[in-house]
Every structure is written in C-alpha cells, then in structure tokens.
C-alpha cells in the first residue's frame, strides 16, 4: 500500500512564506509525476504545480514566480516553497504522485490527505 504524508500548512500572514512537503512510503517501483494541487471552500481542486521525474515543471499562472516545486527521486518527495503569499492562496493543498508498483503494470494516482494553508490579510 502507498501512502503520501504531507506536512508543512499552517497559518501565515500575506507576503509570508510556507514550504510544503509530501514523501511517499510504501511498496514502490517508481513515481512518474509529482504535483500538488489544491481546493479553496466552494471551489474545485485546482493544478498548483507539477513536476516530472525528469524535473521539468509546471506552475498555475496564478503562482508563477512566487511557488517553487522541486522533488528529491532517491527520497521519493516532493515540496513546494511558497512565496509572497496571497489571501488567495488560502486552500487545502494536496500532494499528488502517480506511481507504478512495478515494471508491467500501469501507473494509477494516490492522493495525500491534504494539508491546511491560511493566509491572512
């Protein structure tokens, strides 16, 4: 069983800064791609960022050059710096990574259990 366990949400002030991170534990054979994505109250779950196993990215519009995504292959993690925070940015954030168990089956997603980020006028 693969599990993704977030951490790093919190509360924070706007302008402020937040690093989320995401590690998948579990019976793994290799992870495609990474992302995070979130969910505002009465809002669908948007793309934040994603990134390859390669490392080539890619960002919302609404967070180019203030989110950073960057991943660690030999750790099996994924985190996002959050930078110059908006009260905009105030959602559930969720890791996400779609994974094989092993070499001839196909890729399917897991989903963390999302992690609180509260930004503050």
């Known amino acids: 069983q693969v599990q993704l366990v977030e951490s790093g949400g919190g509360l924070v002030q706007a302008g402020g800064s937040l690093r989320l991170s995401c590690a998948a534990s579990?019976?793994?054979?290799?992870?495609?791609?990474m992302g995070w994505y979130r969910q505002a109250p009465g809002k669908q779950r948007e793309l934040v960022a994603a990134i390859t196993s390669t490392s080539s990215t890619n960002y919302a519009d609404s967070v180019k050059g203030r989110f950073t995504i960057s991943r660690d292959n030999a750790k099996n993690t994924v985190s996002l710096q959050m930078n110059s925070l908006k009260p905009e940015d105030t959602a559930v954030y969720y890791c996400n990574a779609n994974i094989r168990l092993n070499g001839w089956g196909p890729p399917y997603d897991v989903w963390g259990q999302g992690t609180q980020v509260t930004v503050s006028s």
């Open positions: 579990g019976s793994i054979y290799s992870i495609n791609a």
